[in-house]
């Protein structure tokens, strides 16, 4: 990583970055070009990570010939999406790390190519998400949406900060294009995994967001250790819970497999 910049304000994307909305609907594309006896190129829907939707109905209705225009597709397949947004969940270390900057006072800002509307529709799913980021902003409020910068220059320009004093939080190669752009430092966690070659150019690349250290941004360290161990949003295990260990205050258990 290059020499420490004073990090004032963090802008992240949504979608594969914050919210894991892939997860909750994997199916409806292959679903809807079912129904016109087409089958989901997964090379296709990969190049299309992180554009804007208007460019990728266009280019979902050539691609694969369907009957329709594009304005035709986005009129029949969005309800769809809508109806499965309440089922996205945060992905791992996300709220921790949100609570964590807004609780200290840093800037958060949001920025994705979604349309506006659609951002506050799935975040009005998340408790406290809407107090959180004091700036929300949509690629439709934008001439050019993401590789090109000027998402992140507006979001920079509201929350008052320069570009340069800000941090973007990024999982798709247009964004990290785009976020380097603007003079923002990046942090990539990739949603398209075994391609690192695309990311090279983010200042940090993670796993995950459990990975981040803010400290490394001149931003607030976290101060939730326990023991040296890191605490997670609880995980759902299916099975019966066995015998438990106490051990210096704490109590594990075995999980048995559920039937």
């Not at 369907?66 to 304005?71: D, I, N, R, V, Y």
């Not at 109590?251 to 497999?257: E, K, R, W």
């Amino acid at each position: 990583m290059e020499k420490k910049t004073l990090i004032t304000a963090v802008i992240c994307d949504l979608d594969g970055t914050l919210l894991d909305t892939e997860n909750a609907t994997k199916n409806i594309l292959k679903e809807f070009l079912g129904r016109y006896g087409k089958a989901v190129d997964a090379g296709k829907e990969e190049r299309r990570l992180g554009k804007m939707f208007k460019e990728s109905a266009v280019d979902i209705v050539r691609d694969y010939a369907l009957p329709m225009s594009a304005e035709e597709y986005a009129q029949a397949i969005m309800p769809l999406y809508h109806q499965k947004w309440n089922q996205a969940k945060p992905l791992p270390g996300v709220n921790r790390l949100l609570s964590h900057l807004h609780n200290r006072g840093v800037p958060l800002a949001l920025a994705s190519n979604s349309v506006k509307k659609h951002i506050e529709m799935k975040i009005s799913h998340q408790q406290g998400w809407k107090e959180i980021f004091s700036v929300v902003l949509g690629g439709d409020e934008v001439n050019h949406g993401k590789p090109a910068p000027d998402i992140f220059l507006e979001a920079a320009k509201r929350l008052g900060v320069d570009p340069s004093n800000c941090l973007v939080i990024e999982d798709s190669p247009v964004g990290v294009r785009a976020a380097k752009a603007s003079g923002a430092k990046v942090v990539a966690v990739p949603s398209l995994q075994n391609q690192d070659d695309q990311y090279s150019i983010a200042d940090t690349v993670l796993r995950s967001l459990l990975e981040f250290q803010p400290e490394l941004w001149s931003l607030p360290a976290f101060e939730d250790w326990v023991q040296n161990v890191l605490p997670i949003d609880p995980l759902h295990v299916r099975g019966v819970i066995g015998e438990g260990v106490y051990h210096d205050g704490y109590t594990s258990f075995d999980i048995v497999s559920g039937k």
